[in-house]
């Protein structure tokens, strides 16, 4: 069975501090795609990335940035500069290409604090 | 920009009460999800949806919950009756297609309190 763990329920940093969340799934697959997406206080939870397991690359999107490391099976996240804006909790999810659906599994979520 | 819809946004009822959530995904996205959150948690997949056809509502309680896509655009989804556990953030997703590739577009979601 598929699982996502956000071992961070909470983080408090302070503007510009770089501030990195970690993920750890598990999963009998070997073909899945794993995603981040940021839930604002309005509720909506917003697409922020998705890479397959093929493709351990890391990526950056201007102050966001994610290392995936199939050897720990682990896909974190780092705000690099934090800003008061990036206030949210932030989810992992993964989602599995061998099974009928394409549910994704979340983790619990890291709720992020900004302060000025 | 297209945006997922949902309706109500807030939802009070008493348990035992039936209740009802509408869902209207972005134009032309045949796959539509329901995911339930409650209060510090992840979501949770309830029903997934291929057109009008259910492709996964293993996690749905069927007892109380059903939910429908008739013509394959808009949902709904019921529980009846309702129950204090019930209370959750419902969300509504909807991808352009079925498969793990595509990245799934959220609703905002309706927040049910069930008293």
């Known amino acids: 069975a598929q699982k996502v763990t956000q071992a961070q329920t909470e983080i408090s940093v302070v503007e510009k501090e770089d501030v990195t969340l970690d993920c750890v799934y598990e999963?009998?697959?070997?073909?899945?795609?794993l995603f981040w997406y940021k839930q604002p206080p309005s509720g909506e939870l917003v697409f922020l990335i998705r890479?397959?397991?093929?493709?351990?690359q890391n990526e950056i999107s201007g102050r966001y940035s994610w290392n995936f490391q199939k050897s720990t099976s682990s896909f974190n996240f780092t705000i690099t500069a934090s800003q008061v804006v990036d206030s949210a909790v932030y989810f992992c999810?993964?989602?599995?290409?061998?099974?009928?659906?394409?549910?994704?599994?979340f983790g619990e979520g890291t709720q992020l604090t900004v302060n000025p | 920009e297209a945006e997922v819809a949902q309706s109500p946004r807030y939802k009070i009822t008493e348990k035992s009460q039936a209740v009802a959530f509408w869902c209207d995904p972005i134009s032309g996205h045949a796959t539509l999800y329901w995911y339930r959150q409650i209060l510090g948690q992840g979501p949770e997949l309830l029903v997934q949806?291929?057109?009008?056809?259910?492709?996964?509502d293993s996690q749905l309680p069927k007892d109380r919950f059903s939910a429908e896509r008739l013509k394959g655009v808009d949902s709904t989804l019921k529980i009846q009756p309702a129950e204090l556990g019930d209370s959750a953030m419902y969300l509504c997703?909807?991808?352009?297609?079925?498969?793990?590739?595509?990245?799934?577009?959220f609703g905002p979601g309706t927040r049910l309190t069930v008293t």
């Open positions: 890479r397959n397991s093929f493709d351990e």
């Open positions: 999963t009998r697959d070997t073909t899945y795609y």
């Open positions: 999810a993964l989602s599995e290409a061998g099974t009928s659906g394409s549910r994704l599994t």
């Open positions: 949806f291929q057109d009008e056809s259910v492709v996964d």
């Open positions: 997703a909807s991808s352009s297609t079925s498969g793990s590739f595509y990245e799934q577009y």
